[in-house]
């Protein structure tokens, strides 16, 4: 396993999207991308939103998210004007109210908006919905009030995620994160008494003080909580391309095998609290959303991560936000003064984007199937980029133990599970044309 690890922990993507944000090219102009939403939309399917919230109070020093670091919570009414102006933008130039399915916030910290805001927001945002609409949402447990709880239960917000990341001292001392349980015990409590649908806490292992010992620790205080998902992440450490990041001693990082001995820890912990590896990085109980669409073959991919459901269309709203139409890309400026500049003279926020061609689109069918079912048909290999390096490379990894292949089909076995992004980097052939410096994070 050593020798595998040495052999494949490589920097690559974690595809979240199809192709990788660095390997976009051909960006729809803006009245191309409203041609592509008008085309794929229909009122039978609808859409989901993604609406990126950036503000935090204070910097974690590990973040990898867009986000502006204030304690000053005026600068929010002006934002969520923004918000509803480029909402009411798209709303006029596809000349009908789209109807939504889900709506996701996320971060930087939705919940340093008040509740009042929030709830604002989301009735705007889904006047048309649909009967089933879930709305989801990304929570700092250090600004989360009871009001926010309620908030969410009133507006059909029954998914939360907590970031936790640790629960040590020393370790959030070393990430400028203070966190109490008791805090954190608190606030699940009330979430309990409202009955939320799911209940999310985000781990890092790779942080710097951690140890077998203070992972232990934070699983064993995890486990009195219970919650239903868990997503245990990598940490990616940047520090060339993420300032704040130099704000950790590179001297305290476990890295190597000692990074994988906390990965393989948290695991063990994990199964033996009955959570179910449900794709890469997510644990879930059985009576968990994630799980259930698992174990019945329904399990999606998108920015965000995994998703039960999953609409032809997802509508990015706010600094940074993604959105995908089904047949290309588009991103919002990343700056706040940019983004504002363009909402306030009337035009789409976007900045960039990619339209997919005949390639990408049976890439991404492979990858997403990999990342989410293990498993991926070909059907036509004439239709893979590099076929024969492909193929190469896919004969290698049979090899090492790590998939099974059949001539059209690549089996995910349980050694390779780990490899995951190794394997779906295989068909990637931006990667294989050009591997930009810097970018990714390591794969394991
Ligand atoms: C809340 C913060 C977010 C985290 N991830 C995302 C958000 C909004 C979503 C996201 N992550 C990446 C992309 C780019 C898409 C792509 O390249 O296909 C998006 C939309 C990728 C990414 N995430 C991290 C890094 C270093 C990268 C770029 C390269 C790569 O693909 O490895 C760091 C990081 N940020 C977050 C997580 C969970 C994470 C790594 C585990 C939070
Ligand atoms: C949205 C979630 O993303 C995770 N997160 C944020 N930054 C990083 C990073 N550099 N590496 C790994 N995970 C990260 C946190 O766990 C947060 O809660
Ligand atoms: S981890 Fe969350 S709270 Fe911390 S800086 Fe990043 S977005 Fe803000």
């Known amino acids: ?129 649909k009967e089933t609409f879930t709305g989801s949402i990304e929570i700092d447990p250090r600004n989360t009030t009871i009001e926010h709880l309620d908030c969410f239960k009133r507006n059909g917000i029954k998914r939360v995620s907590l970031g936790i990341q640790d629960f040590d001292p020393d370790v959030q001392k070393a990430i400028n994160r203070a966190q109490s349980f008791e805090m954190v015990e608190t606030l699940v409590n009330e979430m309990r008494l409202r009955e939320f649908e799911s209940i999310n806490f985000d781990v890092i292992y790779g942080l710097p003080k951690q140890t077998r010992a203070t992972i232990t620790e934070t699983f064993r205080l995890i486990r009195k909580l219970k919650p239903d998902l868990i997503a245990y992440y990598s940490y990616a450490h940047l520090p060339e391309r993420l300032k704040n990041q130099r704000l950790i001693n590179s001297a305290d990082l476990p890295e190597g095998s000692e990074k994988q001995a906390l990965y393989d820890l948290g695991k063990e912990l994990l199964a033996e609290d009955g959570y179910a590896d449900v794709g890469m990085d997510h644990f879930a109980l059985p009576h968990n959303f994630l799980f259930k669409a698992k174990d019945s073959n329904r399990l999606h991919r998108n920015f965000m991560g995994y998703v039960d459901k999953k609409s032809p269309i997802l509508l990015g709203l ?20 940019e983004y504002e500049i363009k909402i306030k003279s009337n035009q789409l926020a976007i900045n960039h984007g990619h339209t997919h061609d005949e390639n990408d689109l049976n890439v991404q069918k492979i990858i997403l199937s990999l990342m989410c079912r293990n498993e991926s048909s070909f059907g036509e290999i004439e239709q893979i980029p590099y076929w024969d390096e492909v193929k190469t490379d896919l004969s290698s990894m049979e090899e090492d133990g790590m998939i099974k292949l059949d001539d059209y089909k690549v089996i995910v076995l349980p050694l390779g599970r780990k490899f995951i992004r190794n394997i779906a980097m295989v068909f990637d052939f931006y990667f294989r044309e050009k591997m930009p410096a810097e970018k990714f994070s390591r794969t394991i």
């Open 1 to 129: 396993m050593s020798d595998l690890l040495a052999k494949y922990n490589r920097q690559g993507p974690r595809y979240t999207s199809y192709p990788p944000v660095p390997f976009w090219k051909n960006a729809p102009s803006e009245s191309e991308w409203i041609n592509h939403l008008k085309v794929i939309y229909n009122d039978e399917e609808g859409m989901d939103l993604y609406v990126h919230i950036p503000f935090c109070e204070k910097l974690c020093y590990y973040c990898g998210c867009n986000r502006i670091v204030t304690k000053n919570h005026s600068v929010q009414d002006n934002f969520v004007e923004l918000l509803m102006t480029e909402w009411r933008l798209y709303c006029t130039r596809l000349g009908f109210i789209p109807k939504i399915n889900s709506l996701h916030f996320g971060g930087g910290t939705p919940t340093f908006l008040t509740p009042e805001n929030l709830e604002k927001l989301i009735i705007e945002l889904t006047k048309n919905k």
């Open 318 to 337: 706010g600094p940074s936000s993604i959105s995908d139409s089904s047949l290309s890309f588009a991103q919002n400026e990343k700056g706040m003064n």
